[in-house]
Nanobody
Framework: QVQLVESGGGSVQSGGSLRLSCAASGIRFTYYGMGWHRQAPGKQRELVAAITRGGTTNYSDSVKGRFTISRDNAKSTVYLQMNSLKPEDTAVYYC????????????WGRGTQVTISS
């Protein structure tokens, strides 16, 4: 059974930091690209940051320079370090896994709420 379990969400003030974690089980982690996506109320889910099997990273323009994605293959875990948080970063953050180099998300986590107050 495949599971992606996010943790680390919460409520912080603008300018603060949070670190999200996503622990994967039931998959051969090193075979998957991983990504963090978010969905704010009334908006579509968007890709925030992604990391390939080889460690290449990609960020949306809205978070570039503030967020850092990383992965620990030994722990089957992907992280999202979020600094200089803004109220517009408020959303449910989801972890996604895509097989090899595919852009299609094969597995999703259930999400973790991030709320930034001004």
């Amino acid at each position: 059974q495949v599971q992606l379990v996010e943790s680390g969400g919460g409520s912080v003030q603008s300018g603060g930091s949070l670190r999200l974690s996503c622990a994967a089980s039931g998959i051969r982690f090193t075979y998957y690209g991983m990504g963090w996506h978010r969905q704010a109320p009334g908006k579509q889910r968007e890709l925030v940051a992604a990391i390939t099997r080889g460690g290449t990273t990609n960020y949306s323009d809205s978070v570039k320079g503030r967020f850092t994605i990383s992965r620990d293959n030994a722990k089957s875990t992907v992280y999202l370090q979020m600094n200089s948080l803004k109220p517009e970063d408020t959303a449910v953050y989801y972890c996604g896994a895509n097989w090899w180099s595919s852009t299609q998300i094969d597995y999703w986590g259930r999400g973790t709420q991030v709320t930034i107050s001004s």
